[in-house]
């Protein structure tokens, strides 16, 4: 087994329905990603009831099970039903052996709803992977941008937050969180514009990318060629590819 | 040995690229291992009278035709495309064209576009439809462009049986249906450009639609290569079909020799 540092670790992948298709457990392995950070977004409803999430959750717990060692929950909630959410993500951390909390669009991330999440996740020592995006074609109610995570950065400074997908407009995500050295950028997504990962790395400084696909969305040799054809130095790259994230991980348990 | 159907240079207005020239992009497609490119001016999409923008191109591509070939920008609602477009192919060596309907502002359905595919049969040119050029969640506020409706493209196909049509930087979902739509015609085949996901999705288009009317393409760049080439490396096409997607077809579209 490769070193915690040499590993690749896809920070951002989700499930097709309430599986991991074989075809993309197939390439990963193929490829040589050696851990998946898989959460589910269940059906993809923007506001889920609290028994859509635990069931979510329940799904990739199955999938831990099944694929030991490669697959690594991250707990899904919504902060629009706190006291379910916050039971729900100490389950996920302390029964379903979960290392992460996942919020996408049920609430945007300066929402005051989300703060005893984050407070949550900085005792358990976990990051959050929060959704961001700013599409000129509109955002969705609560879909965060990148200056409402900054926001949040700000306000828990000893949070580990992970911007998704660079936060969509990758210039003005890079730019918004550029001054919060407790926000990493995931490279995830079906953006694949050439140079945004070395901008990205020269930035923030490569310590704070972190490789991720969006699979099942996005085929992860697409997303992985983001990485792996970007100029920046091998050091960068084993930095971005995965030790970033294992060093994320490790605050908690190790890997 | 691998054919890019989908390359464009030149500055981009709105965010400085990493790379612009035809030097540079030279380079990335020796470091990606692509043989050949069909290359475009990016500055055509911008002005109105893509003329200059193919001239310069064709400049700076002159010494490196058997690497590089130009696709060269068309607006069919400029007054004397008709003109252009014969200097296209005759005086630059154009092998195609290259439409950005959205960015300059008609429809497929416009008469000007049925003289247009007319002209290009009887020039024996492949007609390169861009669907987009950048994913329209990034555009600046002031300048948010539509993507060109599939439909559009797959009628327009189908009106010129004659043409060989190329739908360029569609999406998985919009590649689908366009292609099956003009199965009967066979005329339009389609870039995998813009196809990002989902898992394995080239293998899923192939058994959606068949690997005769795909092209290899990486929208160098403008993207990565490596988003292309690792999506078929790690695709499960079989060696026929993967040649036919990385060469093959594009050959036969273009009429040349290997």
């Given at each position: 087994?490769?070193?915690?540092?040499?590993?690749?670790?896809?920070?951002?992948?989700?499930?097709?329905?309430?599986?991991?298709?074989?075809?993309?457990?197939?390439?990963a392995a193929r490829l040589g990603v050696d851990r998946l950070c898989v959460s589910s977004v269940g059906s993809w409803a923007y506001e889920p009831a609290p028994e859509d999430f635990i069931a979510a959750n329940n799904d990739v717990a199955a999938l831990q099970r099944r694929y030991p060692g490669l697959v690594l929950g991250f707990c899904y909630l919504s902060p629009a039903h706190p006291r379910e959410a916050a039971a729900e993500l100490r389950r996920g951390i302390e029964e379903l052996g979960m290392v992460g909390l996942k919020l996408w669009v049920a609430a945007v991330a300066n929402d005051p709803l989300v703060f005893p999440l984050v407070e949550q996740a900085i005792c358990y020592h976990i990051p959050v992977l929060q959704h961001a995006w700013l599409k000129t074609t509109g955002n969705l109610p609560h879909e965060s941008t990148p200056a409402?995570?900054?926001?949040?950065?700000?306000?828990?400074?000893?949070?580990?937050?992970?911007?998704?997908?660079?936060?969509?407009?990758?210039r003005r995500g890079i730019a918004a969180v550029r001054g919060c050295p407790n926000v990493a950028v995931d490279t995830s997504g079906s953006i694949m514009e050439l140079g945004m990962v070395e901008q990205a790395v020269a930035e923030l400084g490569a310590k704070r990318v972190i490789f991720g696909s969006d699979a099942h969305g996005v085929d992860l040799p697409a997303a992985l060629g983001k990485v792996l054809d970007a100029e920046i130095t091998p050091a960068q790259r084993r930095q971005v590819l995965g030790g970033n994230m294992a060093d994320l991980l490790a605050k908690r348990s190790g890997l | 040995m691998t054919w890019d159907a989908c390359t464009l240079v030149g500055p981009w207005p709105?965010?400085?690229?990493?790379?612009?020239?035809?030097?540079?992009?030279?380079?990335?497609?020796?470091?990606?291992?692509?043989?050949?490119?069909?290359?475009?001016?990016?500055?055509?999409?911008?002005?109105?009278?893509?003329?200059?923008?193919?001239?310069?191109?064709?400049?700076?591509?002159?010494?490196?035709?058997?690497?590089?070939?130009?696709?060269a920008a068309c607006n069919p609602a400029w007054p004397g495309w008709q003109?252009?477009?014969?200097?296209?192919?005759?005086?630059?060596?154009?092998?195609?064209?290259?439409?950005f309907p959205s960015y300059h502002g008609y429809q497929l359905g416009q008469a000007e576009v049925a003289a247009l595919a007319a002209l290009a049969a009887d020039c024996d040119l492949p007609v390169f439809i861009t669907v987009r050029l950048q994913d329209e969640r990034l555009h600046p506020p002031a300048f948010l462009v539509s993507a060109?409706?599939?439909?559009?493209?797959?009628?327009?196909?189908?009106?010129?049986?004659?043409?060989?049509?190329?739908?360029?930087?569609?999406r998985f979902a919009e590649l689908i249906?366009?292609?099956?739509?003009?199965?009967?015609?066979?005329?339009?085949?389609?870039?995998?450009?813009?196809?990002?996901?989902?898992?394995?999705?080239?293998?899923?288009?192939?058994?959606?639609?068949?690997?005769?009317?795909?092209?290899?393409?990486?929208?160098?760049?403008?993207?990565?290569?490596?988003?292309?080439?690792?999506?078929?490396?790690?695709?499960?096409?079989?060696?026929?079909?993967?040649?036919?997607?990385?060469?093959?077809?594009?050959?036969?579209?273009?009429?040349?020799?290997?």
């Amino acid at each position: 087994m490769s070193s915690s540092q040499d590993m690749i670790i896809d920070c951002h992948v989700h499930l097709s329905g309430r599986e991991l298709e074989p075809e993309l457990v197939e390439t990963a392995a193929r490829l040589g990603v050696d851990r998946l950070c898989v959460s589910s977004v269940g059906s993809w409803a923007y506001e889920p009831a609290p028994e859509d999430f635990i069931a979510a959750n329940n799904d990739v717990a199955a999938l831990q099970r099944r694929y030991p060692g490669l697959v690594l929950g991250f707990c899904y909630l919504s902060p629009a039903h706190p006291r379910e959410a916050a039971a729900e993500l100490r389950r996920g951390i302390e029964e379903l052996g979960m290392v992460g909390l996942k919020l996408w669009v049920a609430a945007v991330a300066n929402d005051p709803l989300v703060f005893p999440l984050v407070e949550q996740a900085i005792c358990y020592h976990i990051p959050v992977l929060q959704h961001a995006w700013l599409k000129t074609t509109g955002n969705l109610p609560h879909e965060s941008t990148p200056a409402q995570v900054a926001e949040l950065a700000r306000r828990y400074p000893e949070a580990d937050i992970i911007m998704a997908h660079l936060g969509g407009e990758w210039r003005r995500g890079i730019a918004a969180v550029r001054g919060c050295p407790n926000v990493a950028v995931d490279t995830s997504g079906s953006i694949m514009e050439l140079g945004m990962v070395e901008q990205a790395v020269a930035e923030l400084g490569a310590k704070r990318v972190i490789f991720g696909s969006d699979a099942h969305g996005v085929d992860l040799p697409a997303a992985l060629g983001k990485v792996l054809d970007a100029e920046i130095t091998p050091a960068q790259r084993r930095q971005v590819l995965g030790g970033n994230m294992a060093d994320l991980l490790a605050k908690r348990s190790g890997l | 040995m691998t054919w890019d159907a989908c390359t464009l240079v030149g500055p981009w207005p709105f965010a400085r690229l990493r790379y612009e020239s035809a030097a540079d992009l030279l380079r990335l497609l020796e470091r990606a291992g692509i043989a050949r490119a069909l290359v475009s001016p990016l500055a055509g999409a911008f002005q109105q009278d893509p003329g200059p923008a193919n001239q310069e191109l064709a400049a700076q591509v002159a010494c490196h035709r058997d690497r590089l070939l130009l696709a060269a920008a068309c607006n069919p609602a400029w007054p004397g495309w008709q003109r252009d477009l014969r200097q296209a192919q005759e005086d630059l060596g154009a092998v195609g064209l290259r439409l950005f309907p959205s960015y300059h502002g008609y429809q497929l359905g416009q008469a000007e576009v049925a003289a247009l595919a007319a002209l290009a049969a009887d020039c024996d040119l492949p007609v390169f439809i861009t669907v987009r050029l950048q994913d329209e969640r990034l555009h600046p506020p002031a300048f948010l462009v539509s993507a060109v409706p599939w439909e559009e493209v797959a009628a327009l196909a189908q009106a010129h049986p004659g043409t060989r049509f190329v739908m360029s930087m569609g999406r998985f979902a919009e590649l689908i249906p366009a292609l099956r739509q003009t199965a009967g015609t066979g005329n339009l085949y389609a870039d995998i450009a813009g196809v990002q996901g989902p898992t394995r999705c080239l293998d899923r288009l192939v058994a959606e639609v068949g690997a005769d009317r795909l092209l290899f393409g990486t929208e160098l760049l403008f993207q990565y290569a490596a988003a292309a080439t690792l999506k078929v490396e790690h695709s499960g096409l079989s060696p026929r079909d993967r040649q036919a997607l990385c060469m093959g077809n594009l050959q036969r579209l273009l009429r040349l020799p290997a």
